[in-house]
């Protein structure tokens, strides 16, 4: 035991006696100690110490400078800073000094033990023994204290991890569960709101047909309702009536577009858990035009309410030649109004706005930008700026530095239309130095033509029956069909639709969906069991929440549409019904397929 104790031990001896030295190499020799240094230059002992790292020194005191005293203090500190061991290195002083203060003075410095000249071999041999054991004891307790700390802290950092992805779930869950609450009360005001956008699109439509006749639907010139000829017109000094009409037409405009993008608010409410939906429509866009709109939509708030308050903030469009991008033009211009008004809130004390819009050349993707071609949007304000905490947050869902004034939805928004858009979005912010939100877009010109084709009629007279249990939207319904040289019935509620289509043969039933008593799809059975051929399309305020929950198709129903409706979108539904029912019946003619907006049940 003691021999394999001394076998792995590392002994220093330091006397400046040749003699004693010689004497104790022979005796720790002989019971097997086999790594030994010892040194006669007391000044060499510091750095021999450091070097060799010994687990036990043998020490002279009386020696020259440094004597043995001041070796004890420097082979403290030595072992302090240098070996970083929590274990000291034994010292055992070997001196013919026999003086008891000597023998405090050495033991208060440190020394492990005390023997005097001349030594007893056996009693060195037994004193080495234990200290060295009492050392390799201590150092194999240290041991074992080192790996139990490293496995605790290995533990608790595993803890630590597993309490974060816990906490990120649960705030995952909570914020699913939050829009998914967001969702289910889009449902329940979904069908009364969009009943009253209908109302509102509706008439406006049928206004506009009368202030600007065939140009019902928004026309394709500057995005805000003017077209080229209007423009023309208007530099030619046209007589007051015509220049009247001219802005009343705008302004009908700009309702019905107001009213089809709220109509979208309460179904992109779910956008924020629910994937892409691949059968959204998208039509060719001219970003420009949606900017200008975006910026006549939002002029209450940023123009109107800021002088209100002695303020000043000026918008600065900046728009350059782009090509057309395949878009929604609804998601497209709440991004922007979003942007907009986000960019508003960063300006307390005014500033300004600016609205860029350009094609990437090669000389942008070398910069280290996006893939050159893309379109590029970019909104700039010199407002106070976000820190980099706030800057890598802003875009999360409920996130928000506006406290009970924001929803903390307005940016993340965005960041969901961007990504269904298949663009990409960079900001760059700083306090003090405002705020850039960089929008990349990918282009899509084969769709430019596409979008600019107006909804074809059936090219003859149906007669169609139009159910809903709200007398003014029966009557809307009734106007723009009759419009189209249609002959139409109406009937106020399930019950009494069901009376009228069982009475008398129409072509086209057209139905709403949430009625008291017998709702929409429980008229289209019986409309079915009674006459097959008859297409049913359903015309809902639920929007598509209603698809969302009925994981079945209505298979009495041919077609949904929902509510607020276009005439030009009502005109290809029923062309589209129209023209499938004919193909039923007749399977030698060739099926027109036009596009409807609306989404197949």
């Not at 000044?43 to 004597?67: E, N, S, T």
């Not at 005390?114 to 054991?133: A, C, H």
């Not at 060719?284 to 035009?289: R, S």
């Not at 809902?540 to 969302?548: I, K, P, S």
Request: with cysteine; proline share 4%; charged share 25%.
């Amino acid at each position: 035991m003691l021999r394999d104790t001394l076998s792995r031990a590392r002994i220093l001896i330091v006397d400046d006696e040749s003699a004693n030295i010689c004497l104790l190499e022979r005796t720790l020799e002989l019971i097997g100690a086999v790594n030994v240094r010892s040194t006669t230059d007391s000044q060499a002992a510091p750095g021999l110490f450091r070097d060799f790292r010994p687990d036990l020194v043998l020490l002279d005191l009386h020696m020259p400078a440094p004597d043995g005293f001041a070796l004890l203090e420097q082979f403290g500190a030595s072992a302090s800073d240098e070996i970083g061991a929590s274990v000291a290195v034994p010292v055992v002083v070997l001196t013919a000094d026999v003086n008891p203060k000597t023998k405090h003075r050495a033991l208060l410095l440190g020394a492990a033990d005390f023997l005097t000249k001349p030594i007893d071999g056996s009693e060195v041999v037994l004193r080495i023994r234990n200290l060295l054991e009492n050392r390799f004891l201590q150092l194999a307790l240290r041991g074992d204290s080192d790996r139990l700390t490293a496995q605790v802290q290995e533990r608790t950092a595993q803890l630590e991890d597993t309490l974060i992805q816990l906490r990120q779930a649960q705030q995952a869950a909570i914020r699913h569960e939050r829009l998914s609450a967001l969702g289910t009360m889009a449902a329940g005001i979904a069908h009364d709101f969009n009943n009253a956008l209908t109302l509102i699109h509706g008439y406006s439509e049928l206004l506009l047909g009368q202030l600007a006749p065939g140009k019902s639907e928004p026309s394709s010139g500057d995005g805000n309702g003017n077209d080229n000829g209007a423009a023309a017109a208007s530099s030619s000094a046209p007589a007051p009536a015509v220049a009247r009409e001219s802005m009343e037409a705008k302004f009908v405009r700009t309702i019905m577009m107001a009213a089809r993008d709220a109509a979208r608010t309460v179904s992109r409410l779910r956008a924020f858990y629910r994937s892409d939906d691949k059968e959204e429509t998208r039509v060719a866009v001219n970003l420009n035009q949606l900017v200008e709109q975006a910026v006549t939509l939002t002029s209450p708030r940023w123009l109107d309410e800021t002088q209100a308050r002695g303020l000043r903030i000026v918008i600065k469009p900046e728009l350059g030649t782009l090509p057309s991008i395949s878009g929604d033009p609804a998601e497209l211009r709440e991004m922007l109004t979003n942007l907009i008004f986000n960019a508003v809130d960063a300006l307390p004390q005014g500033g300004c706005i600016t609205l860029r819009t350009f094609v990437e050349n090669a000389s942008d993707a070398d910069a280290g930008h996006a893939t050159a071609g893309r379109v590029c949007l970019e909104v700039r304000d010199d407002g106070v700026g976000m820190d980099e905490t706030v800057r890598r947050r802003c875009l999360e869902p409920f996130f928000t530095t506006k406290g009970e004034c924001g929803t903390g939805l307005g940016l993340s928004g965005v960041y969901g239309i961007v990504g269904r858009h298949g663009g990409s979005l960079d900001i760059e912010s700083a306090p003090g130095r405002g705020t850039a939100f960089r929008i990349v877009l990918p282009t899509d010109e084969q769709l430019a033509e596409a979008s600019s084709e107006t909804a074809r009629q059936v090219g003859r007279t149906l007669r169609i029956l139009v159910v809903d249990d709200q007398r003014i939207v029966c009557d809307l319904l009734q106007e723009q069909l009759q419009g189209d040289g249609h002959t139409v019935q109406t009937a106020q509620g399930g019950a009494e639709g069901l009376k009228k289509f069982l009475s008398e043969p129409f072509d086209l039933l057209l139905t709403d969906q949430a009625m008291p008593g017998m709702n929409g799809e429980s008229l289209a059975a019986a409309a079915k069991e009674h006459a097959p051929e008859v297409p049913v399309i359903l015309l809902t305020g639920f929007g598509d929440y209603l698809q969302a929950i009925r994981k079945t198709q209505l298979s009495d129903v041919d077609l949904v549409l929902h509510k607020p409706v276009t005439l030009q979108d009502l005109r290809r539904a029923i062309l589209h019904t129209i023209t499938q029912a004919d193909h039923r019946e007749n399977p030698q003619l060739r099926t027109d397929k036009c596009p409807a907006t609306a989404a197949a049940a």
